[in-house]
């Protein structure tokens, strides 16, 4: 035998209901679009210092950062041919106490010359053994 009780259940209405979907509604994580944006803006002006001194700062701020962020920052080492420190950001990418490398983060690893190619592979060949 069911029990029936004699005061009603509340009806939620529209305005009681949050307008934000539940996936961002209790996300955590910082929204780092912003960054992404500007570190690419950057990269238009060819001000690759700042962009370094931003990621400074994003990372005392938010802690770790994101793969989509540092693919940004790699772009921007592509855009100024600067081999040594693409390779520099892929090993800190790498660690494991970083965000990771993905198929993207390859892909702009390899934008490089031919001429720096083999210096590229050592360095994907030692993130990939360990």
Request: charge should be positive; hydrophobic fraction near 40%; proline fraction near 4%.
């Amino acid at each position: 035998m069911i029990a029936i009780s004699s005061t009603p259940m509340p009806i939620r209405t529209l305005s009681q209901s949050s307008s934000l979907p539940a996936r961002r509604r209790f996300n955590n994580f910082p929204n780092l679009r912003r960054l992404t944006s500007h570190i690419v803006h950057l990269t238009r002006r060819k001000q690759i210092r700042q962009i370094f001194d931003e990621i400074e700062v994003a990372k005392i701020k938010y802690g770790r950062l994101n793969t989509i962020v540092m693919n940004a920052v790699m772009e921007a080492c592509v855009r100024y041919r600067d081999v040594d420190l693409d390779v520099k950001v892929f090993h800190d990418m790498s660690q494991p106490d970083s965000c990771g490398v993905d198929t993207v983060t390859y892909g702009i690893l390899l934008k490089h010359r031919f001429d720096d190619s083999e210096r590229i592979a050592a360095s994907i060949l030692l993130v990939t053994m360990k």
